[in-house]
């Protein structure tokens, strides 16, 4: 796989966020390490209930309990295998939940199996 093109923009991008967030008293942390192999998500943003209440009228309103921020620009554009690696990040770092059928079938199947597609 070829190795992506760091935006210039990136190490600022992050620095902004996670200072953005520290201002309004939500804990962000850049460069989070997920998985053994030195996985990484550019901005993970936790917040309690009361902090996103407080970000209802702003462009993070979507906002979760855990969240992670992956800048992308023109260098680097968002494939679908780059949205495929972050969300697999996001859920190694807890910020995906699962759904209800979805815990259902693993409940059934038991822990740590889970139904491949086409069986």
């Not at 998985?35 to 917040?47: G, K, P, S, Y």
């Not at 969240?67 to 990040?89: H, Q, W």
Request: hydrophobic share 35%; proline share 4%.
């Amino acid at each position: 796989m070829p190795k992506t093109v760091a935006e210039p923009f990136d190490d600022t991008g992050k620095e902004f966020y996670r200072d953005l967030f520290h201002r309004w008293g939500i804990g962000a942390e850049i460069e989070c390490v997920v998985f053994q192999r030195a996985r990484t998500i550019d901005v993970v943003v936790d917040c309690d209930t009361q902090q996103r209440q407080a970000l209802e009228d702003t462009v993070f309103s979507h906002f979760r309990l855990l969240n992670s921020l992956e800048l992308k620009g023109p260098a680097n554009p968002l494939t679908v295998e780059d949205y495929n690696l972050i969300m697999s990040r996001a859920w190694g770092l807890g910020a995906v939940e699962r759904s209800a059928s979805e815990k259902g079938r693993i409940n059934k199947e038991g822990a740590g199996q889970r139904e491949r597609p086409g069986r």
